[in-house]
């Protein structure tokens, strides 16, 4: 992963600016994790939000958990797993399933990616 989108990725976390949601990548200003990751990038890929991923690109549909490829690439993430409590698990299940709060992801992503 590029460090320096790392490093804004986990201040945003951090930040409080973000309110936590879970399943969705955005869903009435909450976020998932890699929800927060996309709306950090999403100015410099000219992307913008939609509510219905049917709209036109270049766009990011809020109400997919599935981290965009165009972002995957750009950030150069090729996996969203990092180890937890011995196992191998994916930021979206932390986030969504764990209920992990966004400053614990934040030290996961800052220590693992």
């Not at 990725?9 to 996309?38: H, M, P």
């Amino acid at each position: 992963m590029k460090q320096e989108i790392k490093k804004r990725w986990v201040a945003a976390l951090r930040s409080g600016e973000y309110r936590q949601g879970k399943i969705q990548l955005k869903k009435e200003n909450k976020f998932c994790c890699l929800g927060v990751l996309c709306d950090i990038v999403k100015d410099e890929l000219n992307l913008s939000w939609v509510t219905h991923p049917n709209m036109s690109p270049p766009t990011i549909a809020g109400e997919f958990l599935v981290l965009p490829c165009i972002v995957s690439k750009y950030v150069e993430l090729a996996d969203t797993s990092v180890q937890y409590q011995g196992e191998r698990r994916f930021l979206e299940y932390l986030n969504d399933t764990e209920n992990l709060p966004f400053d614990k992801l934040a030290l996961l992503i800052e220590e693992q990616l």
